[in-house]
């Protein structure tokens, strides 16, 4: 699952460069293509995306498609103030239930290869953040198969009123 996430976390001490990892693998230091890429798809979900969910240190924002998921890790940089990771990825809303658990698991992973901790608590939020975004998903769905069957209805009575005028 993690190939299809971009994981992002700040360095600690505000110099050295920040750990990426897009769809599995490590971005180096001197890719700046790829890791702007990264921040613009991260900032454009997070500019123009609602807030879902806000939770203990956990955030969830989405779109029509993708998400970013923010936990705070147990460290703090060396200004003192919190270290979220985050996550960026696609959805569906046919596979949020397992996205939930595949996401837990990649936020963990990461922050232990890049020294860091999540309390455990922040585990279940992640998931719990997932169930917010499935209701959506499928609220959103609904509302839009419910506005195309009216338009087409709509549509069908002005052809039909057309015809009956003889036009």
Not at 72 to 84: E, K, L, M, N, Y
Not at 146 to 156: A, E, F, R, W, Y
């Amino acid at each position: 699952m993690t190939d299809k996430l971009i994981l992002w976390a700040q360095a600690l001490d505000n110099a050295s460069p920040d750990h990426f990892e897009v769809h599995g693998k490590v971005l180096p230091p001197d890719d700046t293509e790829r890791r702007q890429e990264a921040v613009s798809l991260v900032s454009r979900v997070i500019k123009g995306g609602e807030r879902l969910f806000e939770k203990s240190g956990v955030l969830l924002t989405a779109d029509d498609n993708c998400f970013v998921v923010e936990v705070s890790s147990v460290q703090r940089d060396s200004a003192g103030r919190t270290a979220p990771i985050v996550c960026y990825g696609n959805f569906d809303a046919t596979v949020v239930d397992a996205l939930g658990t595949s996401v837990t698991v990649a936020l963990n992973d990461f922050a232990k290869r890049i020294g860091r901790t999540l309390q455990p608590e922040h585990f279940e939020l992640v998931r719990a953040s997932f169930e917010t975004l499935k209701k959506k998903s499928s609220t959103t769905k609904l509302l839009r198969t419910v506005l195309i069957g009216t338009v087409g209805l709509v549509l069908l009575g002005f052809v039909y009123w057309l015809m009956k005028m003889g036009l």
